[in-house]
């Protein structure tokens, strides 16, 4: 699976577990809306301020699931997000997409296979005559 997949499926899955938490404090605490997300975001952000607290053993089970749960999603997610940018992915992403829409521009055009020394004077040649063609650059 690519990183950007990874990181998608990662995201989806954090946004999951905070529609979760939020649903599961409603029902289970009889919370507000507005207190079910506060109390899902200081749970999953382990800030922890105790204004909002559950009262019923099973809301202390389900907070414990969505802690350790919503925690490893989030860790998870940044690990694959800092990965992404450590490795220039992203910048590899962009270039290969930027690449691609290019191509699918080109109506009648050339491929050099190979840039080398010959294929740069090719390269050179097509730009001189003003012809279509996209080399690794992107040009």
């Given at each position: ?18 529609l979760i ?22 749970t999953l ?38 990965s992404i ?55």
């Amino acid at each position: 699976m690519s990183p950007l997949r990874k990181l998608i499926l990662g995201l989806f899955s954090v946004l999951s577990i905070v529609l979760i938490g939020i649903v599961g404090l409603m029902i289970l605490e009889d919370l507000t809306f507005l207190q079910a997300v506060y109390l899902t975001v200081v749970t999953l952000t382990t800030t922890g301020f105790g204004d909002v607290v559950v009262h019923t053993p099973r809301g202390m089970i389900f907070i414990i699931f969505l802690l350790i749960t919503g925690v490893t999603l989030i860790a998870y997610t940044s690990g694959i997000f800092v990965s992404i940018i450590l490795e220039g992915q992203l910048a590899s992403f962009i270039g290969r997409r930027n690449m691609s829409n290019e191509i699918s521009r080109l109506n009648n055009h050339i491929i050099v296979c190979g840039a080398g020394r010959v294929g740069r004077h090719v390269v050179d040649a097509l730009r001189r005559e003003g012809e279509s063609f996209v080399d690794q650059q992107g040009a």
